[in-house]
């Protein structure tokens, strides 16, 4: 199961130079980080994730495989990209592949680095390619509302159903509002999910700061910051020349760097986590001597759902997860401590994972 976070910023944010430092730094720490080129300007990286390594220590297991995360170097974003102008087709494109959206935006001045809009205003950049998304939206919806008319009077209720949703996303657009703020029921999550719109997707603002603003931000990130918690929407606040810095040191080297700077972990790992966060999303792991290995599903799956992320056929046959959590499996050193303090429970298809859940799945063939 892949989840993907396309990066999206207007010209000379510092976008591209974000997305090189966070596949350099995954390629360096390969060895307990791992990292693919699945194509060009995609790259799949670690979910940081110290139980991990705890849990591999205790099981003594060979390797360690993490939860993995795939960002996507949107191409780059002019104003009418909705139009096509620019790369505005392919842009619009490549974000519908996404399942969220990390949008960077230039919180710093610089004389030697021209913006677009001759003017440093996060804010404005941010809603400007919000615009361009609405506006493919509302041009989207209404080609799809032409288009359904016939299949309705046929009597097709999967199309009734997606025409009533479109109908209420479109009076938000029209409204200057973005599809995600459409309360959605339950049971249409999936039908609105299938409209596949720009605007539904959630925003994780990341502010480029210059490098003295690295551990504190300023004055520009926090307006970001004010603007993402009305929206309800992530934040993390980013120095791009730092990353870029970073991703070539040592692990050792690294450490020294960013204490120095104030900072506990690198920008990019906090850019990766609040993406996990973003997007809802779990972690549950499985231990061995072979292997110890993190899993990543959203919340709110249930026993089976999290086996199939293993195998289909785990979630076919599933009979049972014998099940201990993190905290009890680092208490009692490991499985058979857990057992024998009857700390590891035998849960059957009706149970929601737990984050941290550390599970062992039998099923039939």
């Given at each position: 199961?892949?989840?993907?976070?396309?990066?999206?910023?207007?010209p000379?944010?510092?976008?591209?130079?974000?997305?090189?430092?966070?596949?350099?730094?995954?390629?360096?720490?390969?060895?307990?980080f791992?990292?693919?080129?699945?194509?060009?300007?995609?790259?799949?990286?670690s979910?940081?994730?110290?139980?991990?390594?705890?849990?591999?220590?205790?099981?003594?297991?060979?390797?360690?495989?993490?939860?993995?995360?795939?960002?996507?170097?949107?191409?780059?974003?002019?104003?009418?990209?909705?139009?096509?102008?620019?790369?505005?087709?392919?842009f619009l494109?490549?974000?519908?592949?996404?399942?969220?959206?990390?949008?960077?935006?230039?919180?710093?001045?610089?004389?030697?680095?021209?913006?677009?809009?001759?003017?440093?205003?996060?804010v404005?950049d941010?809603?400007?390619?919000?615009?361009?998304?609405?506006?493919?939206?509302?041009?989207?919806?209404?080609?799809?509302?032409?288009?359904?008319?016939?299949?309705?009077?046929?009597?097709?209720?999967?199309?009734?159903?997606?025409?009533e949703?479109?109908?209420?996303?479109?009076?938000l657009?029209?409204?200057?509002?973005p599809?995600?703020?459409?309360?959605?029921e339950?049971e249409?999550?999936?039908?609105?999910?299938?409209?596949?719109?720009?605007?539904?997707?959630?925003?994780?603002?990341?502010?480029?700061?210059?490098?003295?603003?690295?551990?504190?931000?300023?004055?520009?990130?926090?307006?970001?910051?004010?603007?993402?918690?009305?929206?309800?929407?992530?934040?993390?606040?980013?120095?791009a020349?730092?990353?870029?810095?970073?991703?070539?040191?040592?692990?050792?080297?690294?450490?020294?760097?960013?204490?120095?700077?104030?900072?506990?972990?690198?920008?990019?790992?906090?850019?990766?986590?609040?993406?996990?966060?973003?997007?809802?999303?779990?972690?549950?792991?499985?231990?061995g001597?072979?292997?110890?290995?993190?899993?990543?599903?959203?919340?709110?799956?249930?026993?089976?759902?999290?086996?199939?992320?293993?195998?289909?056929?785990?979630?076919?046959?599933?009979?049972?997860?014998?099940?201990?959590?993190?905290?009890?499996?680092?208490?009692?050193?490991?499985?058979?401590?857990?057992?024998?303090?009857?700390?590891?429970?035998?849960?059957?298809?009706?149970?929601?994972?737990?984050?941290?859940?550390?599970?062992?799945?039998?099923?039939?063939?």
């Open positions: 199961m892949g989840f993907k976070v396309g990066i999206v910023g207007l000379n944010v510092g976008k591209s130079t974000l997305f090189n430092a966070l596949t350099r730094t995954a390629s360096a720490q390969a060895a307990n791992p990292f693919c080129t699945i194509e060009p300007n995609v790259g799949e990286v979910v940081p994730d110290d139980r991990l390594d705890t849990i591999a220590g205790i099981a003594g297991s060979k390797s360690v495989i993490p939860a993995r995360m795939t960002f996507v170097d949107i191409a780059g974003l002019v104003k009418g990209a909705s139009k096509g102008e620019g790369l505005g087709n392919q494109a490549n974000i519908r592949e996404t399942d969220a959206i990390a949008h960077v935006l230039r919180c710093f001045e610089d004389d030697d680095v021209t913006h677009v809009s001759n003017k440093v205003d996060p404005d941010a809603q400007t390619i919000e615009t361009e998304l609405m506006l493919a939206d509302l041009e989207s919806i209404e080609k799809r509302l032409a288009g359904n008319v016939k299949k309705i009077r046929g009597g097709d209720k999967d199309a009734a159903k997606a025409s949703l479109m109908e209420a996303v479109k009076a657009l029209e409204d200057g509002r599809a995600r703020e459409l309360e959605v339950e249409d999550a999936k039908a609105f999910r299938m409209l596949q719109l720009l605007s539904s997707k959630p925003i994780l603002y990341v502010s480029n700061v210059e490098e003295e603003s690295a551990a504190t931000g300023n004055a520009l990130s926090a307006k970001v910051a004010e603007m993402a918690a009305a929206q309800g929407a992530a934040h993390v606040v980013i120095s020349a730092i990353e870029a810095e970073v991703s070539m040191l040592e692990d050792e080297e690294r450490a020294v760097f960013l204490e120095d700077l104030g900072l506990e972990e690198s920008g990019l790992d906090r850019l990766i986590r609040a993406g996990y966060g973003l997007l809802h999303l779990i972690t549950y792991f499985t231990c001597p072979k292997e110890a290995r993190a899993w990543t599903i959203p919340a709110g799956y249930r026993a089976p759902q999290a086996a199939g992320t293993i195998h289909t056929d785990f979630e076919k046959g599933f009979i049972r997860a014998e099940t201990t959590a993190y905290d009890e499996y680092v208490a009692h050193n490991g499985e058979q401590g857990s057992k024998d303090a009857g700390k590891m429970r035998l849960e059957g298809k009706d149970y929601l994972v737990k984050d941290g859940d550390i599970m062992h799945f039998r099923f039939a063939n």
